[in-house]
T-cell receptor
Framework: GAGVSQSPSNKVTEKGKDVELRCDPISGHTALYWYRQSLGQGLEFLIYFQGNSAPDKSGLPSDRFSAERTGGSVSTLTIQRTQQEDSAVYLC???????????FGSGTRLTVV | GDSVTQMEGPVTLSEEAFLTINCTYTATGYPSLFWYVQYPGEGLQLLLKATKADDKGSNKGFEATYRKETTSFHLEKGSVQVSDSAVYFCALPPGAGSYQLTFGKGTKLSVIP
């Protein structure tokens, strides 16, 4: 597509439930990132995918967080047993290669109540 | 490791005022430098960039000059508009052996008529 598409744009969930956030990168972009933006905080790196290589998961805050990227395209970020501190905007970005220009999606605003 | 220190906000200015948002960085070598902007409810957009020392990036009336002697990349605009109200992030591209963009914490700018 023309840009990075994220869905849903907003998600309200009850504490303890699982959620899935989706990112559809720009076609042909091999690098894909997930970042988290919490209220009053900067951008926190979560995970990075590059082509078919093993992802860099070093930023995932706990084992409740996982992500996959199917067919080198669409990515899903899953948060299990959500907690209130997971409330944030989750941003996805893609780039043609690592170090090239990054295009961000509009994000998913997750609210855990 | 690489890091970005950015002036913390929020910053509130009247329309047509002069804007400066300070950004300094720590990195190995002379990386490219970026400013991203996030308008309300949207994802991050690349505002401008500079790829080498003494380069000046410019876009939409904003400018930033890459100063290697002071390791700075301050964002400036001579006359802000209400439509410039947004959060501004200074950023470094991934360093050697890394995949992450390094972001400052962001500066929220509000421009009042």
């Amino acid at each position: 597509g023309a840009g990075v598409s994220q869905s849903p744009s907003n998600k309200v969930t009850e504490k303890g439930k699982d959620v899935e956030l989706r990112c559809d990168p720009i076609s042909g972009h091999t690098a894909l990132y997930w970042y988290r933006q919490s209220l009053g905080q900067g951008l926190e790196f979560l995970i990075y995918f590059q082509g078919n290589s093993a992802p860099d998961k070093s930023g995932l805050p706990s084992d409740r967080f996982s992500a996959e990227r199917t067919g080198g395209s669409v990515s899903t970020l899953t948060i299990q047993r959500t907690q209130q501190e997971d409330s944030a905007v989750y941003l996805c970005a893609s780039s043609l290669t690592t170090g090239a220009g990054y295009t961000f999606g509009s994000g998913t605003r997750l609210t855990v109540v | 490791g690489d890091s970005v220190t950015q002036m913390e906000g929020p910053v509130t200015l009247s329309e047509e005022a002069f804007l400066t948002i300070n950004c300094t960085y720590t990195a190995t070598g002379y990386p490219s430098l970026f400013w991203y902007v996030q308008y309300p409810g949207e994802g991050l957009q690349l505002l401008l960039k500079a790829t080498k020392a003494d380069d000046k990036g410019s876009n939409k009336g904003f400018e930033a000059t890459y100063r290697k002697e002071t390791t700075s990349f301050h964002l400036e605009k001579g006359s802000v508009q209400v439509s410039d109200s947004a959060v501004y992030f200074c950023a470094l591209p991934p360093g050697a052996g890394s995949y992450q963009l390094t972001f400052g914490k962001g500066t929220k700018l509000s421009v009042i008529p």
